[in-house]
């Protein structure tokens, strides 16, 4: 007989009840193969003892096994497990080590996503964070979002909305952004150009998925957005890089690249490039959109932080000048709300929109029809303009404060730009000088900051990273930058 009080381990604590843990163990064994098919149990008084249980606890764990068909009882010869069970070479026992069915790893190979950097992802041992650029949640108007969420969820029409819901989004939250992308951004657009979306991330990877074939190229900056870069080439793409500098991506460079061989896209994030926060000139943009239109050049154009601008109004974007239909807009409502709440879009023609919302079902059906209407909601009553206008003041001002101290502090070690809008400031450290170790000593001392790994790409001269300042107050701006310095001087 087989060790029972030994395999069958019971935690009168756990909130699973006793004999569903007996009835859960034995199903173990026999996945194991410990207990083959046709094989029989101790009767239930026999258990009982082994186990130092109730009778009627094992009697309920063999009811629960026989309802699943794993056992049959047979009159006056005992519990028999089911013979129709395939045959399982037991494995062997060792004590302390797990042997369920997902404690090591697969039996199948799948793809990694080796070149990911890690996430920053706070704990208790860190006492500040210096992030890629996030406003702060403190600041994000929840409290109007919950009252839009009530309001909506209280209307006679809502039960038909919990039911039922659109793959590009609720048709009053694609009105509302249509006239607020048209008001604020010169988009000439209707609800019909608008796909609503889980955030920009999912908006460019639903745009470049239904244009990169295996083998497509495709121009990216030679510093770039580490995401779209790992989307473009999950999905086959070749991605050409061409150099960014102060006036943003160099547009002569894209044109040599198009003459010389045939591009299927173009990704470029004109007003503050990431990782470098630089805006494409004037001249540049004009350039651009003559290029775009002479060559149908397919274009993303990742406008991630438009909302955030301290010096002059934010120059308008490319989707709002004549590209002959040619670039899909993408952006993201979330960082005017909070991090977690994930609402986008994609703005194109609705010939695209409309294939794109198909292609969307296969990710995900429908998005959060309570959360679209109560945003449409503060875009209609203006709220959302009001919480930007708030939020512009209170970031300019810790801009001001963080590059203020930056200079400084570390004005010898670092070179950067103030930058005119954004949340992130992009400082340049010597060639020779090692990020990843700032990063290290830095954390000793409580002050989380990433390692520059997400902004190192091949071609790339640059030894950067993203400062991000908008989601500290002045006083924690005033102690990072303390242990900044502490850190670069260790």
């Known amino acids: 007989m087989l060790p029972y009080a030994t395999l069958v381990q019971i935690d009168r604590n756990a909130p699973l009840p006793v004999y569903k843990q007996v009835a859960h163990r034995l199903v173990s064994l026999i996945q194991e193969g410990r207990i083959q098919p046709g094989a029989f149990l101790p009767g239930t008084r026999e258990l009982a003892a082994l186990l130092t249980l109730h009778r009627k606890t094992v009697v ?29 070479k037991p494995r062997t026992f060792q ?48 409290a109007l979002l919950l009252r839009e969420c009530r309001r909506v969820s209280q209307t006679r029409a809502y039960a038909h909305r919990l039911m039922y819901g659109r793959p590009s989004g609720t048709d009053h939250l694609r009105e509302a952004l249509a006239t607020h992308l048209s008001a604020s951004r010169g988009l000439a657009i209707g609800p019909e150009n608008v796909l609503v979306t889980r955030g920009a991330q999912m908006s460019i990877y639903l745009a470049a998925a239904l244009l990169i074939r295996p083998g497509d190229k495709v121009i990216v900056g030679t510093t770039n957005y580490h995401y779209a ?74 406008d991630y932080d438009y909302d955030f ?29 909070a991090l977690s709440i994930r609402i986008g879009f ?37 709220d959302i303009d009001r919480h930007l206008k708030k939020t512009n003041k209170l970031f300019k001002e ?9 200079t400084g502090q570390l004005g010898g070690l670092v070179d950067f730009k103030k930058p005119d809008g954004g949340m992130a400031v992009w400082a340049r450290f010597p060639k020779r000088f090692s990020i990843p170790r700032l990063s290290a000593r830095a954390g000793e001392l409580g002050l989380l900051i990433g390692d ?25 701006i005033r102690e990072a930058i303390r242990l900044l310095k502490r850190a670069a001087e260790a």
């Open 60 to 88: 309920a764990a063999y009811e629960e096994l026989e309802r699943q068909d794993w056992i049959r009882t047979i009159p006056r010869k005992g519990v028999l497990v089911s013979p129709d069970l395939p045959e399982v």
């Open 95 to 142: 004590p302390g080590k797990g042997t369920g069915a997902y404690k090591g790893g697969t039996g199948f190979d799948f793809t990694h996503q080796e070149t990911q950097p890690p996430p920053l992802i706070a704990s208790p041992r860190f006492r500040l964070v210096i992030n890629d650029g996030f406003p702060d949640v403190r600041e994000s108007p929840l």
């Open 229 to 302: 870069d790992l989307c473009f080439e999950q999905l086959g793409a070749q991605l050409v890089r061409v150099p960014v500098d102060e006036q943003g991506i160099d547009v002569q460079a894209v044109a040599a690249v198009c003459k010389r061989t045939r591009i299927r896209m173009l990704y470029v994030v004109p007003h503050h490039h990431h990782p470098t926060t630089v805006t494409l000139s004037a001249e540049r943009r004009m350039h651009l959109l003559e290029l775009i239109r002479d060559q149908n050049l397919a274009v993303i154009e990742d």
């Open 309 to 337: 601008h301290y010096a002059s109004g934010p120059i308008l974007p490319l989707a709002s000048g004549d590209h002959g239909g040619n670039v899909l807009y993408t952006g993201s409502m979330t960082k005017s709300l």
């Open 346 to 382: 994609l703005v194109a023609p609705a010939v695209f929109v409309e294939e794109a919302a198909r292609f969307r079902r296969l990710l995900d059906l429908r998005g959060d029809n309570l959360v679209e209407e109560a945003l449409a909601g503060l875009i209609d009553n203006g």
């Open 398 to 406: 810790r801009r001001d404060v963080f590059c203020d101290l930056l």
């Open 452 to 476: 520059g790994s997400a902004y190192r790409t091949v071609g790339s001269a640059e030894n950067g990273i993203r400062m991000g300042f908008a989601s500290l107050t002045t006083t924690e």
